[in-house]
Nanobody, 124 residues
């Protein structure tokens, strides 16, 4: 069992930066892939990016590639989402999710454990 708690969301102006954290409890977290997803009002859940259990492999949605970076510190049971050059269209609730596999995917159905999300609002 893995429990996830996101933090770090808030209100930021366009062009600004935020770093989200996903803190986990559970012995299997360090061997789990982690994904970040987001959902804006009236829209479907959208894949943002994923990181492998070791942190060596990452993958990103085209919409955030070059602006967002995922990293992890398994000693702290935490995964980070660094978001730079934020745009108003990045406004959403951001969720982290964990899958008991080495490498994640862009499909939300592959993830077994989810946090409750943190709101990110980017003003123009």
């Amino acid at each position: 069992q893995v429990q996830l708690v996101e933090s770090g969301g808030g209100l930021v102006q366009a062009g600004g930066s935020l770093r989200l954290s996903c803190a986990a409890s559970g012995r299997t977290f360090s061997s789990s892939a982690v994904g970040w997803f987001r959902q804006a009002p009236g829209k479907e859940r959208e894949f943002v990016g994923t990181i492998s259990w070791s942190g060596e492999t990452t993958d990103y949605a085209d919409s955030v590639k070059g602006r967002f970076t995922i990293s992890r510190d398994n000693a702290k049971n935490t995964v980070y989402l660094q978001m730079n050059s934020l745009k108003p269209e990045d406004t959403a609730v951001y969720y982290c999710a964990a899958a008991p596999v080495a490498y994640g995917s862009s499909w939300y159905g592959n993830y077994d454990y989810w946090g409750r999300g943190t709101q990110v609002t980017v003003s123009s």
